[in-house]
Structures are given as structure tokens and as C-alpha cells.
């Protein structure tokens, strides 16, 4: 069960395993930008990662490509070590920075410049742009191409040092302006931009592109396979020339794998940015966000969106998946592990007019139908009770297996009783329902008579209100992502906040703990405003499926 399923980048481990490649050594990382929350196509790079490194018993590292000072912050990189913590991983050492290579990333680049394989071009930017040709052109040499290589390096250290205008000139690779890859078309190794950065604050003005980082920055960690999306396929040649054109402490190898595509959500960091940016969603860690901090809150637990990415598997060809699927590995998880509660989400009062007033008693209710060892939990049962408004009608037919005008039901862990009389308010709604218990019905069937089902019930007395929070789904479109304005297919009912009555004990429960509420769902108490004096529930998901059908 625990065992992750064979895919070719784990073939591909273990055939370089078996040829002795690397010195038998297998080291992954995981290298997001500090420039966003980390979203479920996040989730599957850290399983995809971390669980080779947990399978291979090898290191998996935390790395921040923080090369584009502009977009990232503190706060992002924190989000991102809590959220890859949650899911249950280690990552080796120290969390690792694409800063802490730039001294080592300017000397490779120097390197390339001693070679002849790179120089500084003065070309501006426009010029550099349209010279590049396109998939029938050719480009056109730059006229610095050839300059001297003493000339690049010169104008290289007084790029360093700043003297030069942002964006006055480029060190750029040399290496083929007709290659058919366009990127291989001598591509841009180094910009000036005068940022302040995070960590190395205003020590540099120059900054290394990504592709010139990337690899490099994997080559020092003695990164083994470096795992990333198709997209970067194309960047594979120019991963692997730089390392080929330069004295490399290792040589990992990239390899491709598809990205996780989400129905009926957004999983870029650019779109869910705006998203926050511009209020729609209550932060980053909004339950309705694909976020793994919204996840978090939600009431997912890592084990279902461990056991959610496992199920969507590695592949090489691109592909969405159904929000079902992430909905039931969270539902089979919860099913197994936590406990049953009552909860009354609309409720209206049940007065049991045979129930002698004064009277109080205590029934058991199991904390989980197959599991024993859950153990059971006090319910008080009063005269006065809540149950829920759906599950009484004046009249219905046999397929309606709740209560009924004279009919009957079993009041779960409780008594069966019988409705004799509704009490209807101004609009003609249920405002008070009267009703006779069976004593004899504690623990047993009534004798010779059938009763309809079981339906959850609290006792008015001791319930506890609550805030509970329904979540639907934030898009009405499968594809939202692909509209050019995907703000138009917000659902405007995508949160619904509802006063419930809950049992007693969900008032003790530490924030983040999780149960069903029985015949309702799966809910959690939330991260950070719940309390015993204000309780406050999330809905992770519904017990079945509302998606299809
Ligand atoms: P976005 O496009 O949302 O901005 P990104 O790729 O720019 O994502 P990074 O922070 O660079 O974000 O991502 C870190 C790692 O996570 C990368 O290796 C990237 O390939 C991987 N990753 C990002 N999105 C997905 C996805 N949808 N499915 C699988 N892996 C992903
Ligand atoms: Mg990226
Ligand atoms: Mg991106």
C-alpha cells in the first residue's frame, strides 16, 4: 500500500544504479521560486522529490531559486518550508538558496568567457531580441560576437562592478545563432538589474538567468537527477551545455516529467496571485485556494494529498485531473482515521412532550463504526433537541427514510421517536416539531414496527453553536486558467457561512482537528480562529461526490 509505483524516472534511477553512474549516489531537489504559496502541482514535484529520496534512502534538497529578486520574500520562503514540513518530508542540511552560489556562478561565468564560449554584448535589448531570428530565420551575430575575449572580461567585471545602466549590455553564451532550438541561440547568461535582494542585499547589480543557475547550482549539491516539468525540455540542451562547457563538480542529468493540471481550478502562481492580490480569495491560505496552506485549512491531511499525487502518477504526457480524485484521497483518508461527531447544520427544535422535564440522561455514541479502539463518547439527551430541517416533511413516500407526520425514526445512538405535530411559523416553515419518544427503544428495536432511518440530533441544551463555513467550488469552468479573464467564472457561492449547532465536545477540540459529522461530511476546526468560546468549522468535503452526475 505504501510502495510507490514503478515510473521511468525511477527506471531510470535504477538502471544508472545498476551501471554504477553517479558513485551509486541518487540526490534529488526540490528548487521553487520564494515568489508565491505553493500549489498542488507543487505537491506532486515534493512527492515526485522527496519520495525517491525516503525510497533510494538518499538526500532530497529544499532549494530557493531566488535569482529574480523583484517577486519574492521572506514570507513566501517560510510558507514554503512549513508547507513541504506538513506533508511529511526532510530535507537534507540546510535549506539551500541559488543565492549562495552567485561568487561561485560569476567565477563559471568568467570561465566561459576565458573559453571564448561566452561574451559581453552591447547590442540593446530590442536589437538582441530581433536578431534572434525565429523558427524559418536564422539570427544575425551580434557585432560584439567576436570581440577579443580580454575585451568581454573587462566589460563583464565592470558590469560587476557596477558601472554600467541597468540593462546596458548582457554576457551571453556563444553558441549558435541558427540553432533550430531558439534558446541555444547564444541565450543571455547575465543581466544588470539593481535590486535589492533578499539575502544578498545590494552586494550584486548583475543577476544569472535561470538556465545558467539552475544547473549549475545542481551540479554543486551533487544533484543526481534533476527533475522538472515538460516545459523545460527544451531548456534540457542548454542544461547540459553549460555543464559540458564548464570544470563541473558533478554532472546531474535534467529529466521531464508532466505537470499537474487541476479541473475546475488554477494551479499558476502568476493567476493565483492576482487572485489574492485583487481580494477575491481570503489570502493565500483561503480553503477554496488549491494552495497546500489552503488544503491545510481546508482539512486535508498530507497523507490524502501524498496518497492523491501517488494516484496521478508520473508521466511524460500532460494531463488535468478530476477534482474527484483529489476530493476521495481525502475522503478515504478521513473515513479511516477520524472521529464521528453529530452536528445540526440547519436545525430546528424537537420538543419530546413525553419526555419528563427535569429528566437528563447520558447515551454512547461510537467515536467510529468499525474502529473499537476510537472508543465512544458522552452524548446528553434532554427533552428539547435540535435536528435537522431537511430531515422532517409533512408527508413524503416510503424512499424518504427520515421522519415523517406519524411515522417514525431512530435518533442516532438514542431513541426512536414518533412526530405528532408541527408548529409552523408566519411563512408556513417547520418552527418546532412535537414528538413522542419510545422508552423501550434505547440500544433495541421497537417491537413489531418498522422505522423509517436514523437521523443526527443534539441536545438543545448542551449544543454549542458554531460557525461553519461550506465550501463549493471556486470556478464554475473546468478550465479557468485557459479564459482569457478567468475571474468571470468565479462561483459566487463558493463560501457559505451558516450558524450549526454541534455537539458538547467539538467545543473542546484543538484547532486543525478533523471528524465527520454523521450523514453531513468531513469538517475541521480551523487553523487560527477557532476556539472553545468561538467555534469555527471548515468543510473539507461532502461524503460523496458532488461532481459528477
Ligand atoms: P508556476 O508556473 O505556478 O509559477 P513554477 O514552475 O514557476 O510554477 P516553481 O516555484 O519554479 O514554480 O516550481 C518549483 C518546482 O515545482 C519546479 O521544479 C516545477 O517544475 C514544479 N512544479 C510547478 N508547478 C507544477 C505542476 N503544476 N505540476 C508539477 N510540478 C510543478
Ligand atoms: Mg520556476
Ligand atoms: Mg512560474
Known amino acids: 500500500e505504501n510502495s510507490t509505483p514503478t515510473n521511468f524516472i525511477r527506471n531510470k534511477i535504477n538502471q544508472d544504479l545498476a551501471e554504477g553512474k553517479n558513485d551509486g549516489r541518487v540526490h534529488t531537489r526540490f528548487p521553487p521560486e520564494p515568489n508565491g504559496y505553493l500549489h498542488v502541482g507543487h505537491a506532486k514535484s515534493i512527492c515526485l522529490n522527496f519520495g525517491i529520496a525516503e525510497d533510494y534512502q538518499a538526500p532530497c534538497n529544499l532549494r530557493f531559486d531566488d535569482t529574480n529578486p523583484a517577486k519574492e520574500s521572506e514570507e513566501f520562503a517560510r510558507s514554503i518550508e512549513d508547507d513541504v514540513r506538513w506533508l511529511g518530508f526532510k530535507w537534507e542540511g540546510e535549506v539551500r538558496h541559488s543565492s549562495d552560489y552567485f561568487d561561485e556562478l560569476y567565477n563559471f561565468a568568467e570561465e566561459l568567457i576565458y573559453k571564448d564560449l561566452a561574451y559581453v554584448d552591447e547590442q540593446p535589448a530590442e536589437d538582441i531580441a530581433k536578431n534572434r531570428g525565429n523558427f524559418q530565420t536564422p539570427g544575425k551575430e551580434s557585432p560584439y560576437r567576436n570581440r577579443p575575449v580580454e575585451e568581454s572580461l573587462e566589460q563583464f567585471r565592470k558590469m560587476k562592478a557596477g558601472e554600467y545602466a541597468d540593462g546596458q549590455m548582457v554576457l551571453r553564451a556563444k553558441i549558435d545563432m541558427s540553432h533550430p532550438n531558439m534558446l541555444m541561440r547564444d541565450p543571455v547568461l547575465y543581466r544588470i538589474r539593481r535590486l535589492h535582494h533578499i539575502r544578498t542585499g545590494d552586494e550584486w547589480c548583475i543577476y544569472p538567468m535561470y538556465d545558467f543557475t539552475h544547473c549549475i547550482s545542481d551540479a554543486l549539491e551533487g544533484i543526481t537527477h534533476s527533475l522538472c516539468t515538460l516545459e523545460f525540455e527544451v531548456n534540457r540542451p542548454l542544461y547540459d551545455w553549460v555543464l559540458d562547457n564548464i570544470d563541473a563538480p558533478a554532472r546531474p542529468q535534467q529529466i521531464e516529467f508532466s505537470r499537474l493540471n487541476l479541473a475546475y481550478t488554477i494551479t499558476s502562481k502568476r493567476k493565483l496571485t492576482q487572485l489574492v492580490e485583487s481580494g477575491k480569495v481570503d489570502g493565500w491560505d483561503d480553503p477554496r485556494m488549491p494552495t497546500i496552506a ?10 490524502s494529498i501524498r496518497d492523491f499525487c501517488k494516484a496521478v502518477g508520473i508521466s511524460k504526457v500532460n494531463s488535468v485531473s478530476d477534482m474527484t480524485l483529489l476530493e476521495d484521497a481525502v475522503r478515504n483518508h478521513l473515513n479511516d482515521t477520524v472521529e464521528r461527531r453529530m452536528a445540526v447544520l440547519d436545525p430546528i427544535k424537537v420538543i419530546i412532550t413525553n419526555y419528563p422535564e427535569e ?187 458532488s461532481w459528477n452526475g
Open 359 to 545: 429528566k437528563e440522561e447520558t447515551v454512547q455514541g461510537k467515536n467510529h463504526p468499525k474502529d473499537d479502539d476510537m472508543g465512544t463518547r458522552d452524548l446528553p439527551f434532554t427533552r428539547e433537541l435540535y435536528i435537522d430541517r431537511a430531515d422532517y416533511r409533512e408527508s413524503a413516500n416510503k424512499k424518504y427514510k427520515r421522519l415523517v407526520k406519524d411515522g417514525e425514526v431512530r435518533l442516532r445512538n438514542a431513541y426512536v421517536i414518533r412526530a405528532d405535530e408541527a408548529i409552523l411559523d408566519e411563512n408556513g416553515d417547520v418552527k418546532e416539531l412535537h414528538c413522542t419518544y419510545d422508552p423501550e427503544t434505547l440500544g433495541k428495536n421497537p417491537e413489531g414496527r418498522k422505522v423509517r432511518g436514523v437521523i443526527h440530533w443534539v441536545s438543545a441544551k448542551y449544543a454549542k453553536e458554531a460557525t461553519v463555513r461550506l465550501y463549493d467550488r471556486l470556478f464554475n469552468v473546468p478550465n479557468p486558467g485557459a479564459m482569457d479573464d478567468f475571474n468571470e467564472a468565479l462561483n459566487p457561492e463558493s463560501l457559505t457561512v451558516i450558524k450549526a449547532m454541534v455537539e458538547p465536545s467539538v467545543a473542546d477540540a484543538e484547532p486543525e482537528t478533523r471528524f465527520q459529522f454523521e450523514r453531513e461530511g468531513y469538517f475541521t476546526t480551523d487553523r487560527y480562529e477557532h476556539s472553545a468560546d468561538n467555534i469555527v468549522l471548515n468543510r473539507t468535503v461532502t461524503l460523496r461526490d
Open 294 to 303: 489552503g488544503m491545510r485549512r481546508r482539512g486535508y491531511t498530507p497523507q
